[in-house]
């Protein structure tokens, strides 16, 4: 038996704009979550405070 080619695909199965779907659904969930959790903003002001007290320490210093 042949299958029949008027059937239609499932639409579980994987085809080339499905995948590329899912890798730029990947993509924009991995950003969401890195904004959420604070980004480069937060990146920026945990360096400035990490460098901070040693600026300090060296500026009072005799």
Request: hydrophobic fraction near 40%; proline fraction near 8%; glycine fraction near 6%.
């Amino acid at each position: 038996m042949s299958e029949d080619p008027k059937k239609p695909d499932s639409p579980f199965r994987l085809n080339r704009s499905r995948i590329l779907l899912l890798l730029l659904g990947a993509l924009l969930l991995t950003y969401i979550i890195s904004a959420m959790l604070g980004g480069l903003g937060n990146y920026q002001m945990l360096k400035e405070s990490a460098t901070q007290p040693a600026a300090e320490t060296t500026s009072t210093s005799p």
